[in-house]
T-cell receptor, first 115, second 112 residues
């Protein structure tokens, strides 16, 4: 049974389009994240939600908007896609509230290619 | 602010030991982690160490922490081709609301 799932796994789209990536976790975790991994494999956090509240919002263009309808889901919507948005996007989750130790569980990634 | 640095590449021969190094800047880090990313997959926690420990051993893995120098290392004994992956060092700080800062990752290549 998949712990953290993302859809779609691959997304190829043209510049200027709007797209969404969905993420779901069935671990009962209270915190979910979105990361961007570029072509050099550098991993950068974009957003984090704790109990459906946005708690981390790194310097990300406002074309990117996360939405958390409930604790088990965190979706990422991207408007007006640009070539530089091409990357692998990872969703992750953890049980972090009030804890010093928290393991993050990562989804399989969504490879976004903007042409 | 937090910063975590790693060397980007390491190449070893099968059967040798691998040592992957990491430095971090935030002295209030409570836990330090090593994540492994295999090709085409997400990251998975490999091991971790609490900041009041100097060493942790888990089968072929040894984690060493020098808190004074803010230096963390991961030693893999008897490295196998299946160990080829990207290894990310990460730290967590209690005040950071669940945010772990990741290094840039070290790509380990194991040659037969």
């Amino acid at each position: 049974d998949t712990a953290v799932s993302q859809t779609p796994k691959y997304l190829v789209t043209q510049m200027g389009n709007d797209k969404s990536i969905k993420c779901e976790q069935n671990l009962g975790h209270d915190t979910m994240y979105w990361y961007k991994q570029d072509s050099k494999k550098f991993l950068k956090i974009m957003f984090s939600y704790n109990n459906k509240e946005l708690i981390i919002n790194e310097t990300v263009p406002n074309r990117f908007s996360p939405k958390s309808p409930d604790k088990a889901h965190l979706n990422l919507h991207i408007n007006s896609l640009e070539l530089g948005d091409s990357a692998v996007y990872f969703c992750a989750s953890s049980l972090a509230s009030g804890r010093a130790f928290y393991e993050q569980y990562f989804g399989p990634g969504t490879r976004l290619t903007v042409t | 602010g937090e910063d975590v640095e790693q060397s980007l590449f390491l190449s070893v021969r099968e059967g040798d030991s691998s040592v992957i190094n990491c430095t971090y800047t935030d002295s209030s880090s409570t836990y330090l982690y090593w994540y492994k990313q295999e090709p085409g997959a997400g990251l998975q926690l490999l091991t971790y160490i609490f900041s009041n420990m100097d060493m942790k051993q888990d089968q072929r893995l040894t984690v060493l922490l020098n808190k004074k120098d803010k230096h963390l290392s991961l030693r893999i004994a008897d490295t196998q081709t299946g160990d080829s992956a990207i290894y990310f060092c990460a730290e967590s700080i209690p005040s950071n609301a669940g945010k772990s800062t990741f290094g840039d990752g070290t790509t380990l290549t194991v040659k037969p």
